[in-house]
């Protein structure tokens, strides 16, 4: 079993920036993936980046490439989510998670099994 708890999310302007952080209860072992989820009311939830913690490889939707960058602490087993230039859009309950990935698969398309509760992130024009 893992855990995990969000924090870092608030309320920002428009081109404002956040950082968001994920801890996870246990070391979380080199062949999980830990991502980033969003869900905005009315709307299903997208992923948002991921990453393979043994190489650290990473994937970013399109909607946030080139804006958010996601990262590790390895050794505590932490996912970050830096957020800059954040739009109105971005607007969304931001979830982490975590899964142990098979071989041949990859993080964007993994059924993710840990979840942590969320954190809110409200962006205003």
């Known amino acids: 079993q893992v855990q995990l708890g969000e924090s870092g999310g608030g309320s920002v302007q428009a081109g404002e920036s956040l950082r968001l952080s994920c801890a996870a209860s246990?070391?979380?072992?080199?062949?999980?993936?830990m991502a980033w989820f969003r869900q905005a009311p009315g709307k299903e939830r997208e992923v948002v980046a991921t990453?393979?913690?043994?190489?650290?490889?990473?994937y970013y939707a399109d909607s946030v490439k080139g804006r958010f960058t996601v990262s590790q602490d390895f050794a505590r087993s932490t996912l970050y989510l830096e957020m800059n230039s954040l739009k109105p859009e971005d607007t969304a309950m931001y979830y982490c998670a975590t899964a142990p990935l098979p071989a041949g698969s990859w993080c964007r398309e993994l059924e993710y099994n840990y979840w942590g509760q969320g954190t809110q992130v409200t962006v205003s024009k």
């Open positions: 990453l393979w913690r043994y190489s650290g490889t990473t």
């Open positions: 246990r070391f979380i072992e080199n062949n999980y993936c």
